[in-house]
């Protein structure tokens, strides 16, 4: 086999056909390293193949933050941490309808990130019957996952931030949340 200068074909082969019914022989070649070996390829970022892996695959999440596995999983970890609310706070959400979003709605001040947020549902009395929620409180799963190093920390913001909007929503003060413990 000739070789061209400086090129030496390498340990590999490739068998494939061109039109005909005849497989023909394509070499792959290497150029030589500059220690006189052969050079290696250059660093590939995706070599474990991470772009086949789905979004919910462990290995392809961020190493910043702790995400829940589901939704499913992060709506039973919402009710946990607000089942570990003190019973003061809790008679708050008589009149508050819990929901989780993936992330906050876009807005004008896009510097600060937003948690939760808490609104007054609007009064339309033919939806609503004696006793139902007056407001509704929604819960960003994906800013608060980002924040959390662990499941205790994930638990722990998230009953953070209810009791902050139920505080700022009621108007609890500060002396209140500190004999509750939240202050």
């Known amino acids: ?21 005849e497989p023909k022989t394509v070499l792959s070649f290497a150029a030589p390293g500059a220690d006189g070996g052969l050079a290696t390829l250059p660093n590939v970022s995706d070599r474990h193949a991470r772009h086949r892996r789905s979004p919910a695959d462990r290995r ?47 807005g004008a001040d896009e510097r600060e990130v937003v948690l939760g947020r808490l609104r007054r549902l609007p009064a339309n009395a033919s939806s609503r019957g004696p006793g139902a929620a007056t407001a509704r409180l929604t819960v960003y799963r994906r800013p608060l996952e980002a924040r959390a190093h662990n499941r205790a920390d994930l638990l722990e913001l998230i009953q953070l931030v209810v009791v902050q909007e139920l505080a700022d929503h009621f108007g609890i003060g500060d002396d209140r949340l500190d004999e509750l413990g939240w202050g």
Do not use: C, K, Q
């Open 60 to 106: 392809r999440r961020p190493v910043d933050g702790y995400r829940v596995a589901d939704a499913d999983r992060f709506d039973r970890l919402v009710d946990d941490a607000v089942g570990g609310l003190p019973d003061e706070l809790l008679r708050y959400l008589d009149e508050v309808e819990m929901a989780v979003a993936e992330v906050p709605p876009g």
């Open 1 to 21: 086999m000739n070789h061209t200068r400086g090129i030496r074909p390498s340990n590999r082969s490739l068998i494939a056909s061109w039109g005909g019914t």
